[in-house]
């Protein structure tokens, strides 16, 4: 098809010659010509766009920053809780240690004193004429 239209182009017929290629050429030029134009246009605008997309991005790293802050935050404070919570167990436990020292030495004391009262007690009923008249009065008082 191409080769019977541009035949015109050899043979001596008044007319254009290669308006096919020409055709294509200006199909060509105008695409180039679009899209510089939208390139620049694109380069223009992003001139006066370039403050908003700065203030999406800040808001975006804030956001994120407000992430963070928050998981940090949440981290301190799990920590300080677990912290608390072991101080306060130990804390209990040496309270408890202190606590049954002090009993076994206060067992002792009045393991002391109680053998003590014992020990004079034995030796106030066996010395005293009038409490073993009285054990013996008692005792025939049971029988």
Known sequence: MVGFLEIRHFAFVPGPKFSIFYDVFAHYEGNQLLNQ?????ELSANKNTLDSKRQIE?????KEYRYIKK??????LINSRLNLEKH???????????????????????KGIAQDCFVETSKEITSSKETQRQAFLAALDGI
């Open 88 to 110: 306060f167990h130990n804390r209990t436990i040496t309270m408890l240690n202190n606590i049954t020292r002090f009993e076994e030495a206060n067992l002792v004391k009045l």
């Open 37 to 41: 134009w939208q390139d620049a246009t």
């Open 71 to 76: 998981r940090s935050l949440m981290n301190y």
């Open 58 to 62: 800040y808001m975006r790293i804030h």
